[in-house]
């Protein structure tokens, strides 16, 4: 009798005992093939590596043969790295600390690549196991150096407080751009407690790197954008909006406030709305005194407006603004100062607050008011309205002159005024 398939009962008994022959000499098979690769089935649960690159002692640009020592670092995500394979030899590797962030860790090993031509040949090593002590299992990825090699890195070094650090890294962005280069920064930083900034690790080694310093604090240098071809640390205040806006875009969305601060903000300005009875025109002003009033400050030419400096400011928005129910929120290092100086039906002066808060509602505002140093002017910059600036910071004829690019610093469509 035929069965569905046309094969006769007979038939098919006969050649059931040759299929599981064959299945038997291919479960042998594939047992031979995994034990040569180390891998453990047990453990097969691989997942890909999340980020790679090679950096030589010599800092080799892209697409160039390499020679001496290289160190590789794989940077992988919820799983440790086994093992780094050299044109079929192990290497030795180096366990970082893993961070917080997905458990991810960075592995180092350095290769000798004297003998290698033009492409290095390397075999990351790493498995993920829903087992908490996994055996170990191994899976094998190719690369090439123009593969792995694919961008140089570049970073800043920090100092001053939140306005001067916002500098470095919006400028940081900017020259990262402009050279083709992945930026990053190290966590720690007064930024990371006040913006949703992305380009953080701690993984990667700046040991051996390159670092090109600004020679003036507040003046553009064109040389920032063709860098030399090697992993680069910055060195310097970058207080230029040149050097950061056609990147302009990205860096409003790396200083995007944490959602807490957020929310003070807004709720900050509904109270506001609902005081003065309806829409309003906010001008945010920044008035810095507090060290700049130290001896020191004013010797080296840390100017600090008087009170004449923002009735003409206020006078001059009011002119330019003339339909508009303008409110003038003032934050200020001295209320004391504000409060019998600035005082007026369409002042409000903010009370002590972090400098996290107070950037974001002088942000929030529609226009702006500003005095000297880079606070103020970020939270111009980030409002992106009217602004009115001290024209007399630094003091003209200053030490703090000698380093300041007024057309470097202040937008051109900034509007100066002086006491």
């Not at 909006?241 to 957020?262: M, N, S, V, Y």
Request: charged share 15%.
């Amino acid at each position: 009798m035929l069965t569905p398939l046309g094969l006769t009962k007979s038939f098919k008994w006969r050649l059931f005992p040759a299929l599981i022959a064959v299945g038997l000499i291919g479960l042998y098979s594939f047992y031979v093939i995994t034990s040569s690769l180390d891998v453990d089935m047990t453990a097969w649960y691989l997942r890909s590596v999340y980020n790679a690159s090679i950096v030589t002692s010599n800092d080799a640009p892209r697409n160039t043969n390499l020679n001496g020592n290289v160190s590789l670092n794989v940077f992988v995500t919820n799983t440790p790295v086994l093992k780094i394979i050299k044109n079929n030899d192990t290497v030795p590797v180096s366990h970082a600390t893993p961070t917080t962030d997905n458990n991810a860790e960075t592995v180092t090993t350095t290769l000798n690549c004297s003998d290698v031509n033009s492409t290095l040949c390397v075999t990351a090593a790493w498995f993920d196991s829903h087992n908490p002590s996994p055996t170990t299992a191994t899976a094998h990825r190719v690369s090439t150096v123009d593969n792995v090699l694919q961008y140089l890195y570049i970073t800043t070094s920090f100092r001053g407080r939140l306005g001067n650090q916002m500098c470095m890294y919006a400028a940081l962005l900017g020259i990262a751009k402009a050279n083709d280069r992945r930026p990053f920064i190290r966590s720690g930083t007064l930024l990371d407690g006040n913006f949703a900034i992305t380009h953080v690790t701690n993984n990667i080694s700046t040991h051996g790197w390159t670092t090109v310093h600004q020679e003036n604090h507040a003046q553009f240098y064109p040389s920032f954008f063709n860098l030399p071809k090697r992993n680069i640390t910055l060195w310097g205040y970058f207080f230029s909006w040149k050097f950061l806006d056609h990147a302009k875009e990205e860096i409003r969305r790396e200083f995007t406030f944490h959602p807490g601060i957020q929310q003070r903000r807004d709720e900050f300005f509904r109270q506001l709305t609902k005081q003065r009875g309806g829409d309003v025109v906010s001008v945010g002003v920044h008035v810095r005194r507090g060290d700049f009033l130290a001896e020191r400050h004013q010797d080296a030419g840390f100017g600090v407006p008087q009170a004449s400096y923002y009735v003409k400011a206020f006078a001059t928005l009011r002119e330019l603004l003339p339909n508009g129910s303008l409110v003038f929120v003032v934050a200020s290092d001295d209320l004391g100062w504000c409060e019998s100086n600035l005082n007026a039906s369409d002042v409000v002066i903010l009370s002590q607050g972090s400098p996290g808060l107070h950037l974001a509602i002088l942000a929030g505002c529609d226009h702006s008011v500003i005095s000297g140093g880079t606070y103020g002017w970020w939270a111009a910059w980030l409002a992106n309205g009217t602004t009115v600036y001290y024209a007399d910071y630094p003091t003209p004829g200053s030490q703090l002159s000698r380093g300041f690019v007024n057309s470097d610093v202040y937008l051109p469509s900034w509007i100066p005024r002086n006491n």
